[in-house]
């Protein structure tokens, strides 16, 4: 008996996992059945956990090899350099964390030769307003997404490849040098299959800066015809944050956006592992 309960959710993305204390050590079998919902599911999230950072880097092991991110020398945690701070909290004047990650969609680390498998938030503080949360982070399933097309356009689109380029990426901050050097522009197929499961998904997103072989105009009216069809409603989940919430994403089933509808004095702190990946097929 691994104990383990997976409650999928009405949406055509995400699942609770249930009955597990993170600070246990997970056998093989528990660790197998996590790994399988999230391909499965594309976001999993485990509610009321409070991690110590060794643990949260543990539990991000079981999904692959945890990396670590060009900003962790900034906002990383001593002792932990695997977690990163996203938050938009000020201490002595300064930032401990990466205040606005993703309020575009996009799937993380698509600008890299081999972007993350995974990313996992754990949640420390989520913004109340009234008693509600505020900060939501929503998903979409770019295999439902994919899956819906008409058939004649997934055979029109099933050989392109999509051009990224991290110096043009809507982000808040300006990339830094190093970063630039490290991510030189590069290209993945824009219908990918899931080395898990082999389910094809849409691999495409506001982010992408072309398509190869196609005239500027061209591909921008692709990326946003598919871009906006992935986030169609019926394809998104939202995740209202309660503290203590440890969620996992998987990059290649799912795109996420986070909603920022909350400033100071209302604080919002997640820890953040990613997980490494292999080249885009
Ligand atoms: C990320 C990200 C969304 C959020 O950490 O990659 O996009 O809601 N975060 O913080
Ligand atoms: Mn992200």
């Given at each position: 008996m691994t104990g383990i309960k997976i409650i999928p959710l009405m949406a055509k993305i995400g699942a609770e996992v249930a009955?597990?204390?993170?600070r246990d050590t997970m056998s093989d079998a528990q660790s197998e059945i996590v790994r399988n919902a999230l391909a499965n599911y594309g976001v999993i999230y485990l509610r009321g956990h409070k991690l110590e950072p060794k643990k949260q880097v543990s539990f991000t092991r079981v999904f692959g090899e945890p990396a670590i991110n060009h900003n962790a020398k900034k906002f990383g945690i001593n002792g932990s350099p695997e977690i990163y701070r996203i938050s938009n909290i000020v201490e002595n004047g300064k930032p401990?964390?990466?205040?606005?990650?993703?309020?575009?969609w996009h799937s993380d680390m698509?600008?890299?030769?081999r972007p993350a498998k995974a990313t996992m938030l754990h949640a420390r503080k989520v913004p109340q307003l009234n008693g509600f949360a505020l900060g939501d982070t929503s998903f979409a399933n770019t295999a439902a997404a994919w899956d819906a097309l008409p058939i004649t356009l997934k055979e029109k689109i099933s050989n392109l490849r999509v051009i990224y380029d991290?110096?043009?990426?809507?982000?808040g901050a300006k990339p830094s040098k190093a970063a630039i050097q490290q991510y030189p522009p590069v290209s993945h197929p824009l219908v990918r299959s899931h080395p898990i499961t082999g389910r094809k998904s849409l691999y495409v997103s506001g982010e992408s800066a072309g398509i190869e072989g196609k005239s500027e105009e061209a591909g921008r009216i692709i990326i946003e015809a598919l871009a906006s069809h992935i986030v169609h409603p019926a394809f998104v989940y939202r995740h209202s944050w309660r503290q203590g919430d440890v969620v996992v994403w998987d990059n290649c089933t799912c795109q996420h956006k986070a909603e920022v509808d909350y400033d100071l004095p209302l604080e919002r702190l997640m820890w953040r592992t990613t997980v490494k990946g292999s080249v885009p097929k």
């Open positions: 009955g597990l204390d993170l401990i964390g990466t205040a606005k990650a993703g309020t575009e698509c600008y890299a030769m991290f110096t043009r990426r809507k982000r």
